[in-house]
């Protein structure tokens, strides 16, 4: 079972540079999410989607795009790279909620990401 | 509202009990228990709905006070794999209602050593 899979797990750019971290899961999950981990800290979300067609911002949106063209895929774009940005950046999913069950998020392995 | 979580850190020997809590200022519906080791991703351990059950899983169990808005996560006998990061996210509704989007703690640092 692939589950939620990330690609590519390092990666160094040059500020300015612009790249975009995949996501992909094999679970039929309608819901997606992008976090980011800073050192030491918990994790914030980006955005996130509820549907093929779907994106919505979280809490730091700024300088990153999403797209939802399928179930599967949530790709993360990042236009012009900046210090800031380093960071490690993790995909979630979840299934549509079951009453009384909660919602339990999958996530990825990670890419971590150093923007010099 | 990110929720707060305490200890930042607690460092065990194998054997002994710990309590990590989480508290939010605002009404919660669900919070979720996740472990993280150094470099890979969260697991999840367990979620706790309000108005239901405290919650198990072999010796790590949790708890959830709506009055306090508060979850608390018991490591009983702990082990050496215990070691980790432990977060808690929190949503203030019903799935459908809030797209199931979590907000977490900064995190609690569990060591647990021989």
């Known amino acids: 079972n692939a589950g939620v899979t990330q690609t590519p797990k390092f990666r160094i750019l040059k500020i300015g540079q612009s790249m975009t971290l995949q996501c992909t899961q094999d679970m039929n999950h309608n819901y997606m999410y992008w976090y980011r981990q800073d050192p030491g800290m918990g994790l914030k979300l980006i955005y996130y989607s509820v549907g093929a067609g779907i994106t919505d911002k979280g809490e730091v949106p700024n300088g990153y795009n999403v797209s939802r063209s399928t179930t599967e895929d949530f790709p993360l774009r990042l236009e012009l790279a900046a210090p800031s940005q380093t960071s490690v950046y993790f995909c979630?999913?979840?299934?549509?909620?079951?009453?009384?069950?909660?919602?339990?998020?999958?996530f990825g392995a990670g890419t971590r990401l150093s923007v010099l | 509202q990110q929720p707060v979580q305490s200890p930042q850190a607690v460092i065990l020997r194998e054997g002994e009990d710990a309590v990590i809590n989480c508290s939010s200022s605002?009404?919660?519906?669900?919070v979720h228990w996740y472990r993280q080791k150094h470099g890979e991703a969260p697991v999840f351990l367990m979620i706790?709905?309000?108005?239901?059950e405290q919650k198990g899983h072999e010796k790590i169990s949790a708890s959830f006070n709506e009055k306090k808005q508060q979850s608390s996560l018991y490591l009983t006998a702990s082990q050496l794999s215990y070691s980790g990061t432990y977060f808690c996210g929190t949503s203030m509704r019903a799935g459908g209602t809030s797209y199931g989007k979590l907000t977490f703690g900064q995190g609690t640092i569990l060591t647990v050593h021989p």
């Open positions: 605002k009404a919660l519906y669900s």
């Open positions: 706790l709905l309000k108005g239901g």
């Open positions: 979630a999913s979840r299934p549509q909620s079951i009453q009384g069950r909660g919602n339990i998020q999958y």
